[in-house]
């Protein structure tokens, strides 16, 4: 998978920060036993949540995997002089709920 720059991460329901510019991973300490990860990006707005567990205090991954069947391009025509310019965009969630402009 590819890593997501800026996606806002949450334990528990408490903000940890945000990926890093690479998609660098949020770090935080947590104790044994159950919690939830949340993870929200402009390509996935509503959110992405998993439950997972920790079971020492040793250092552990989680990964949260968005499917590439969320994502759309959109052709938006933006005119020119001779009406041959447009704008590609890349967007997740619901099409219907985009706003497109300058």
Known sequence: GTKIPGAEVAVDG???GATGARG???SCGLRAGEHS???????CPEGMRIPFEVQ?????????KMSMKRLRFI?????GPHGDIA???LVGGRTADCRFGR
């Open 14 to 16: 408490e903000p940890r």
């Open 24 to 26: 660098e991973p949020v």
């Open 37 to 43: 990860i949340e993870a929200r990006h402009l390509l």
């Open 56 to 64: 020492s205090s040793a250092t552990c991954a989680v990964q949260l």
């Open 75 to 79: 052709c938006v025509a933006s005119g």
């Open 87 to 89: 704008d590609l965009w």
